[in-house]
């Protein structure tokens, strides 16, 4: 019996295996006949009525059949009525009240308790783990009402967090469609702060757009990141979670979400006007004006041409998603497309792309469950050189003289004078004509991502403890060709077809993931115990090649091949792969929803490091106390309903700055030999273009990962009433172990390109983040919310790569350089990443008598200056100023950030805003030594030249002399007159939005069965207010005239049915 009983033990498995095998590869097979069968449209209206604990009516709560998109809004009494079974789980929510779940029945009379704060929101933490809000441990920040971030013109889900977190910085860095975003979380730690996105489970996955997302988590602190060990960096993890169709619907729902928007750019820079600039030319030059011809100087003495008006546009934007919902008993299926085409503001550039999305959740009985979440995208941008040294559109758009026409009477490019007066084509400048380089040249990107998860999910296999198993695959293929034309006029010259070039490359990668969890979550009594642990492996290779090439006497597109260039110019490319592989454990305990504690330990293997040294193991701890619940907190109940303080310690890895290929053929190179490299191997002749093979960078065997601990306190407070919450938290992060290029000891005679790489330094980051949010009605109709945070962090490098003789830590010379400005960074033990060292200046001389006053030993320390001549300080006191005089002068990191948004409903009206800025930061504007150094050649100028010393201005003038030499290097020294303030305070966004649907339901049948209609309009970047001079300070520091942001004006509509 035994042997009998075990045999059909092993046959059940091996079906159980087989069945599940099939269904985990072919959900939508094995279930379609399954939904048809149960896709039945209801037609049960049941009604009732929504009250608060005074028994006054809710207007607007919001009734759904659970997990639903389709729902119906209560009416001025209260009222409902929805198309739903009897005994559907339904779902009512409303601003300020807590969320509550009853079953349908005709008559129902529900009664909602106020719960202004949302402190059950339940948030995701990874690997299938969920916790409440008000029950967290760790620093764990949420995305606030995403519907209404998401009237927003937003394509990037990292531009949808600006302002939303403290502690999380993001930064739009330009205003090139598709959106230039970067983000630290609490500071930066080394050179490669990577973040780590969870995407419905899967790290690293493609989130669908930006309209499908349902919820962002954001794991601040290491404790609550380091079940994702290495993969979380030190950079954090945000965990996003995508619409879905849950249970409850029964039937088709259809969704649309749709926007249209126009954008122009704002605080653009113009050029001097005809009039202006040969004044400007007469001030510092009087022979260049009479060197033309008369009829040559009435030509450009006349206005033709804003150049800056010329090249922007007023850019139309659209984004539509349309969404399939379609659930029974057993499925669950969301099907969604979306369609985005942002013009830029430059003429030409445009952002596109298709995104198709599918997820679905089929319950094979009780206890067994197989998902499918599937993605495809499809993009192509076209973007433009805004911030080219010769060939940037903006500047040339500055420098280009505004007497010429912008095209030809023959329809070409204009040069900037008629030939019959173009005698001498340098008067104005070797400048392109700007439109020429947005319409002239091509230069786009396409990309298509493929990505498949699906999930195997056991419940109760004892009770509370359930099984998933996940797997991830993801094909990504990027395309790029840059091709310029030659047969556009620059400056009167024709170009030769040699000029004509082509560059173009393609990368192809391939990635899977598998990931094995078990999740046990149980009570025993006043007693929770939560255990997780999962097993993870993945393993990604790609590849990439480029070529070049040059001469093309014939530019049809049909000819724009590399085979058809007189000669090919160069190649590159490389193959990589990396795999990792991980344990995670985590455990967790509460007590009378007073006590928490949390423990978790992550081990990783990096297949990137050598054997010896690639794992890591990445504990962490949580704690927290909420007093509020203890016993002798019940008189105090009243006043303050909520009182938790917690503590944190964790760590996490990084090794974002090692090459996936470090320890194989990555150490190699091959191809053309050049000059300096036929040098350094003591070889002779001419060059060897060919496949040969030599060590391009010197290996390191002991390298390891960067680490990262982070320890925090903080407090979460609610009072009156739950209408206010706060919260304080306090953190210092230490990242040791930085992965570095060795500079000491290492000679430069052995014959590689790339010094080792090594573990040293550390940096500190320690911070304050607060947090404030209001939320009240008055009287029934009249809600209203209000919510701040505000952020101070210190950043602070306390050991740098090597130390000298002396034991000196070394300083990081990392860069940093535009035309003859160069070394602007420097990192020093005891200061901040990345500061600017600059020779400091000290206004501007007025008069001979001060020139001659500042001195040294009797000599002048300035002898080139003149009166409108910057006055540079001499750091070291040797009488002259140099390179030695440098200082350092603060950093890019803004020191404060901090954030504003509220609004308020009246009935079905609702208005809601943004604001949102930074403080302490600073911006090397390095631009200015184009567009106001006169020293710059015959080029046109910034209108704001006119402001310099002695034509605009002289005691209160911030732009020193016209000068044709600057033989004083006004504007060739590294100098902090580039430096400025980029604090600033803006409105972000300010949102209309109106409710429909009670009057669409009043002439017609539209919302008897859920169905709804709201409309918006927004603004976007309304105003700023700063004492940066240039474009737009928020530019990440460096300012080399780029892509302005823009002001935007979007209209939208969201409809159910």
Same mark, same amino acid.
């Given at each position: ?222 404790? #609550? ?16 979670? %995508? ?61 033709? %041409? ?308 690639? !794992? ?12 509020? #619940? ?327 003038? %911030? ?54 209609? !709201? ?10 207010? %700063? ?31």
């Amino acid at each position: 019996m035994e042997k009998s009983n075990f045999l059909l033990s092993a046959k059940s498995l091996k079906k159980m295996a087989l069945f599940a095998m099939i269904a985990f590869f072919a959900p939508s097979v094995a279930f379609a006949d399954t939904a048809s069968v149960n896709a039945v449209q209801q037609d049960n209206i049941v009604k009732g009525t929504i009250v608060d604990t005074t028994g006054e009516p809710v207007i607007g709560a919001t009734i759904k059949v659970v997990g639903t998109g389709t729902g119906v809004a209560t009416d001025v009494e209260g009222n409902f009525s929805l198309a739903v079974d009897n005994g559907a789980k339904l779902e009512i929510s409303a601003i300020g009240y807590k969320t509550v779940q009853a079953t349908a029945q005709n008559g129902m009379n529900v009664t909602l308790e106020e719960d202004a704060l949302l402190l059950d929101e339940v948030v995701a933490l990874g690997f299938g783990v969920q916790a409440r809000k008000q029950d967290l441990s760790g620093s764990v920040g949420t995305l606030a009402m995403p519907e209404k971030v998401q009237m927003r013109s937003l394509t990037s889900s990292t531009g949808m967090l600006q302002g939303q977190v403290p502690g999380v910085t993001v930064t739009e860095n330009s205003g090139a469609p598709g959106g230039d975003f970067s983000m630290t979380i609490r500071g930066k730690g080394s050179g490669s702060d990577g973040i780590l996105w969870v995407v419905d489970g899967v790290p690293n996955a493609q989130i669908p757009a930006a309209s499908e997302i349902e919820s962002m988590t954001i794991l601040k602190d290491a404790a #609550s990141a380091a079940v994702y060990g290495a993969s979380a960096a030190n950079g954090g993890v945000i965990i996003v979670t %995508t619409k879905s169709a849950k249970k409850g619907l029964k039937g088709v729902a259809l969704e649309y979400d749709g926007q249209l928007s126009v954008a122009n750019a704002i605080n653009t820079i113009h050029g001097l006007s005809a009039a202006d600039q040969i004044e400007m030319r007469n001030r510092d030059d009087e022979g260049w004006f009479k060197a033309f011809s008369a009829g040559a100087q009435d030509y450009i003495s006349q206005q033709r %041409t804003d150049w800056t008006d010329a090249i922007f546009r007023s850019a139309i934007r659209q984004r539509h998603t349309v969404a399939l919902n379609y659930s029974n008993e057993v499925m669950r299926n969301r099907v969604s497309f979306t369609y985005s085409n942002r013009q830029g503001t430059l003429k030409n550039t445009f952002d596109k792309f298709v995104n198709a999305h599918y997820k679905g959740d089929f319950d094979i009985n009780k206890w067994i469950n197989i998902s499918e979440d599937a993605n495809w995208r499809h993009s192509r941008d076209r973007g433009a050189n805004t911030s080219g040294v010769t060939d940037g559109v903006l500047i040339n758009a500055i420098y280009a003289p505004q007497c010429a026409p912008t095209y030809n009477e023959d329809g070409t490019f204009s040069s900037w004078l008629p030939m019959e007066y173009n005698s001498n084509t340098t008067q104005f400048g070797d400048i392109y004509n700007p439109l020429r380089l947005l319409e002239g040249d091509d230069n786009w990107n396409t990309w298509q991502e493929f990505q498949t998860n699906t999930a195997l999910t056991i419940h109760n296999i004892i009770p509370g403890l359930k099984f998933t198993s996940r797997y991830t695959y993801v094909l990504a293929h990027n395309y790029y060709k840059n091709f310029h034309h030659y047969r556009y006029e620059r400056t009167g010259r024709q170009e030769s077809p040699s000029n004509a070039g082509l560059g173009e490359g393609a990368s192809t990668s391939y990635r899977w993931q598998t990931e094995n969890t078990l999740n046990y979550d149980n009570n025993f009594g006043l007693h929770n115990v939560s255990l997780m642990l999962s097993t993870t492996a993945s393993k990604t290779t790609g590849r990439w090649s480029s070529i070049s090439g040059s001469g093309y006497s014939d530019e049809s597109t049909a000819l724009q091949y590399i085979d058809f260039a007189d000669s090919k110019v160069a190649n590159d490319g490389y193959n990589g792969m990396d795999t990792n592989v991980a344990v995670v454990a985590r455990a967790g305990y509460s007590y009378a929803d007073r006590y928490f504690l949390t423990a978790s330990v992550r081990k990783d293997w990096a297949g990137r490091l050598v054997y010896e040294h690639n !794992s890591g193991t990445f504990p962490a701890f949580t704690a927290a106390w909420k007093l509020s #619940s203890e016993k002798f907190w019940e008189p105090l109940k009243d006043k303050i309903q909520l009182f938790k303080i917690r503590g944190s310690w964790g760590r996490v890895g990084n090794m974002g700055s090692v090459g996936v290929n470090y320890s194989a053929v990555n150490l190699y190179r091959g191809g053309d030999y050049t000059k300096r490299e036929r040098a350094q191997y003591g070889m002779e002749g001419a060059p060897l273009w060919g496949t040969t093979v030599y060590n391009g960078r010197a290996f390191n065997p002991l390298l390891t990962w960067e680490t990262s601990e982070q320890w925090g306190i903080g407090l979460d407070l609610a009072t009156f009433n739950n209408r206010l919450s706060l919260s304080f938290d306090y953190f210092n992060k230490r990242t040791f172990d930085l992965i570095q290029s060795q500079t000491l000891n290492f000679p430069n005679y052995i014959g590689v390109d790339t010094r080792p790489s090594i573990n040293s330094g550390e940096v500190v980051n320690k911070g304050i983040e607060v947090t404030a949010a209001w939320n009240d009605k008055i009287g029934r109709d009249f809600h209203y919310y209000l919510r701040g945070n505000l952020a101070w962090l210190h950043n602070e490098v306390t050991k740098t790569s090597e130390q000298d003789n002396e034991g000196n830590w070394i300083d990081w010379v990392q860069g940093g350089s535009f035309r003859n400005l160069y070394d602007v960074y420097r990192t020093t033990a005891g200061g901040p990443f990345d500061q600017f060292y600059l020779i400091k200046t000290d206004g501007i001389f007025q008069t001979q008598a001060e020139i001659d006053a500042y001195t040294k030993d009797g000599n002048k320390i300035q002898p080139n200056a003149q009166p409108g001549d910057l006055k540079f300080i001499d750091f070291n006191n040797d009488g002259q100023i140099t390179d030695a005089d440098r200082q350092f002068c603060g950093n890019a990191t803004p020191k404060w950030t901090y954030a504003l948004s509220g609004g308020f409903d009246y009935k079905k009206f609702a208005v809601d805003f943004m604001f949102q800025g930074v403080g302490g930061a600073q911006v090397f504007y390095c631009g200015k030594t184009m567009i106001f150094n006169d020293n710059e050649g015959n080029f046109n100028r910034a209108e704001g030249i006119k402001d310099s010393w002695g034509w605009g201005k002289t005691t209160d003038a %911030t732009i020193p002399r016209l000068s044709r030499s600057d033989a004083n290097g006004n504007f060739s020294r590294t100098s902090d007159y580039y430096l400025e303030s980029g604090s600033y305070l803006r409105l972000k966004s300010l949102s209309i939005s109106y409710d429909f649907t009670d009057l669409l339901r009043k002439v017609s049948h539209f919302g008897d069965r859920g169905s709804t209609l !709201s409309a918006y309009i927004t603004g976007e970047n309304l105003f700023t207010i %700063t004492p940066y001079s240039g474009m737009d300070p928020e530019c990440g520091g460096w300012d080399s005239i780029k892509f302005p942001v823009s002001r935007t004006i979007s209209f939208g509509v969201r409809i159910t049915y």
